[in-house]
């Protein structure tokens, strides 16, 4: 399997002890955020409270609800914080790891570069990984941070250049969004047992499973516990996108080059 790639974590400065010495800096949403998410990085979601924050800014817990009204806010602040780390990594128009197949159209380009993007996001913050799954079951649509929103509406603009119908880009924004997150969430499960085993099997626990009744599961843990990295990453992102242009009938005012024409062999 591929290696996975080092995470990636870029953080803002909240200040700490010199800057306590020299006298306290002005409080604001973007610190709050920045703090809260450097305590669940460090601790755990368990960690997370609005004391705990506090005592990170060094201020008492009163002084955050002007900026974070409740948990719920520091929460849907923490998605909001890698929403913007997206944004950010996108902006600098790096190349997407692994290169892209040759011929590949912008826009399936510009989805793959975004897919790994949010990978490698997930990678620096496996702790706030959960909060794009029930916060965004949680949290109607248009209450999401407006970052969320554009990284919608940047999927369905990409989409809509690949000359499909209203249906087929419904389908495939669907595809699409349920593979990445899927595959982030799959790829960051919790699999190891008890750390401290240097054995691989006892590491796993795997004594602990009946072998009669998953035999299957037990042969086949060891390799689902290793990350599956950017390779199988874009290889079922471009599996869904090939049976989706292949199936879906191109709009009539789309671009020359048709839903079939752009579908390519998984790289």
């Known amino acids: 399997m591929a290696s996975s790639p080092q995470p990636d974590r870029r953080k803002v400065d909240i200040g700490h002890s010199t800057e306590r010495r020299r006298g306290r800096r002005r409080l604001s949403r973007e610190r709050v955020l920045a703090a809260a998410l450097d305590v669940v990085d460090r601790e755990g979601l368990s960690a997370l409270s609005m004391r705990r924050v506090a005592a990170e800014l060094d201020v ?14 520091l929460l849907d602040g923490l998605v909001e914080q890698l ?124 004594h602990l499973m009946p072998a009669r009744e998953l035999p299957r599961l037990r042969e086949t843990a060891p390799f689902l516990a290793e990350k599956g990295g950017y390779q199988e990453l874009t290889y079922g992102l471009d599996a869904l996108l090939d049976r989706i242009l292949a199936s879906a009938a191109p709009r009539g005012d789309g671009p020359a080059d048709t839903a079939a024409d752009q579908a390519t062999d998984p790289a």
């Not at 159209?105 to 799954?133: D, M, N, T």
């Open 60 to 73: 008492e817990a009163m002084a955050l609800y002007r900026y974070a009204p409740s948990k719920d806010a």
């Open 83 to 206: 929403y913007m780390e997206l944004h950010a990594d996108l902006a600098r128009e790096e190349p997407a790891p692994l290169g892209q197949p040759p011929d590949l159209p912008e826009w399936r380009a510009e989805l793959r570069r975004g897919a790994c993007a949010l990978y490698r996001i997930s990678l620096a913050h496996p702790h706030v990984v959960p909060l794009l799954a029930t916060r965004l079951l949680a949290v109607p649509l248009a209450r999401r941070p407006l970052a969320v929103l554009q990284a919608h509406e940047r999927i369905l603009a990409l989409l809509d250049r690949a000359g499909l119908d209203e249906q087929g880009v419904v389908i495939a924004y669907r595809a699409v969004t349920a593979w990445v997150l899927g595959y982030i969430f799959s790829d960051l499960r919790a699999m190891v047992d008890n750390p401290d085993e240097p054995d691989p099997a006892f590491r796993l626990g795997l």
